[in-house]
């Protein structure tokens, strides 16, 4: 990233697999059983999604579903509309939604397709090919449940599913591929991408603008009550018209039209179900403080929780300026206390690498660095 301009500070919300569900509007569950899925077992099922798809659509095991488009995003960090097409006609061979029994079955039917190409590619034979595809199969199933997950259909319906939306996990892995490229190439364009790439992680939609404005969010407000913790959170995103992220949007087949394919890293919908509740207030807020073109947060690595990133144009705003308002509007309102409050980044300079035949010399290179001083030493 071009750190000149734009720097990242990581606050920090609640603890993943112990905190996050009583943060999360509904969309987790503290322990397994009937109803949505943990943060732990959402995790489980994401991680197998790609693995999934390959094996429902046959994909040879000699590739993957991004080798097609690399060379094409190395060029100039946007998808031509052949691998829009062939994108789109990946999707359309996926369900929007099926549970686990569905699934199962179709994979069990193409068990003998995977044993051709485990002989063939992997050059294993037919009883080790045998093992490592029921071993496989049975892995894809492991560690999580139908989930049952809500969203706002584009009506404004409220509406709850069980299954499982592969079509909108792999969707979210190829809007991201773009939207990363994106920022390779457009660096100048960092909080517009970092915003798109967020949006696939989001849990409620909250329109920043309905907020109060920065000052008011600095304050204790009246009708905040004797309300603390997640259960002000819930306050906050019901009087301010929050709702379930519609994780379908622009995936039915109508949408996914092979004549004329969507963008890919503008893509309204998919989620890979890595989002919280509160961080997407904590987004809401901030764009809502500083300007939609000043700030974006983004979860970090696999989000629900701990800390979180918040990107800061300093062209448009003082760091310290958002530090302080996280300190105020989120910290001391939800009732966080974290050591350390932020974590930062700082790039270095220059590096050297040197190679040592003998680990013993490592000493002797320590004490030369520290003799040349401080600007060799680092």
Do not use: C
């Amino acid at each position: 990233m071009p750190a000149e301009r734009f720097q990242v500070i990581y606050p920090y919300t609640v603890e993943r697999d112990r905190a996050a569900w009583q943060w999360s509007w509904g969309a987790y569950a503290a322990a397994p059983g009937p109803g949505p899925l943990t943060t732990g077992e959402m995790r489980k099922l994401t991680g197998k999604a790609a693995e999934m798809a390959a094996l429902l659509i046959r994909l040879p095991l000699d590739t993957d579903l991004f080798k097609p488009l690399e060379a094409d995003l190395m060029e100039d960090g946007a998808l031509n509309l052949e691998n829009r097409r062939w994108i789109t006609g990946i999707l359309r061979q996926l369900p929007l939604r099926a549970n686990r029994e569905d699934l199962r079955r179709r994979l069990e039917g193409n068990r003998g397709w995977y044993l051709e190409q485990l002989i063939a590619v992997q050059n294993l034979d037919p009883q080790a090919a045998t093992l490592q595809a029921d071993a496989t199969l049975a892995s894809l199933f492991a560690g999580w449940r139908d989930p049952v997950l809500r969203r706002t259909a584009p009506e404004g319906k409220l509406m709850q599913e069980t299954g499982v939306p592969l079509r909108a996990m792999v969707a979210y892995l190829f809007a991201e591929v773009a939207r990363n490229f994106q920022l390779i190439h457009h660096p100048e364009q960092w909080i517009e991408w970092v915003t798109w790439s967020q949006r696939g992680d989001r849990s409620v939609d909250i329109e920043p603008d309905l907020l109060p404005p920065r000052e008011v969010m600095e304050q204790s407000l009246d009708w905040e009550g004797g309300s603390a913790g997640a259960g002000l959170l819930d306050q906050w995103l019901g009087r301010f018209g929050a709702t379930p992220f519609d994780y379908q949007r622009g995936l039915d087949d109508a949408s996914l039209s092979v004549e004329n394919p969507p963008e890919f890293d503008r893509l309204e919908g998919a989620s890979f179900f890595r989002g919280l509740a509160l961080i997407d207030l904590a987004e809401a807020m901030l764009k809502r403080a500083f300007g939609h073109d000043a700030v974006a947060v983004r979860v970090n690595a696999a989000g629900q929780g701990d800390y979180f990133q918040v990107h800061v144009d300093t062209h448009r705003v003082d760091t310290d300026k958002v530090k302080r308002f996280l300190r105020t509007a989120f910290y001391q309102r939800f009732g966080f206390l974290p050591d350390p409050e932020f974590v930062e980044l700082h790039p270095g300079g220059g590096a050297v690498g040197v190679r040592l035949d003998r680990y013993d010399t490592l000493s002797h290179l320590v004490q030369r660095l520290r003799l040349a001083g401080p600007r060799s030493s680092g």
